[in-house]
């Protein structure tokens, strides 16, 4: 699974940027930033740390963009499950 460097949700254009300290200084290991339209992931992350934290991000701006209410928890849950369920089976979206 790839990092894009920008995705569609919802008709609008989510930046995804790579920066430094997010973890050390905000204690996230990504953000969903929505005035900015932006996903911030710390580059420091492993790899699959930043693939979970990206679909987490993902959600976070699906349900901001589409004012779903969704319990925090839920979200974090639904963001493991669908990591392992893209990464297990990598021609799904071919
Ligand atoms: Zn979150």
Redesign the pocket.
Known sequence: MLIPEEIKIGGFLIGIELVEHLVNERG?L???HPRTQTIKLDKDNTKQQNQETLI??I??AVTSIYDIEMQ?KD??NM?VVLHQILLDNEGLSK
């Open positions: 996230n990504g953000e969903y987490h991000e959600l976070e925090h979200l974090s963001a």
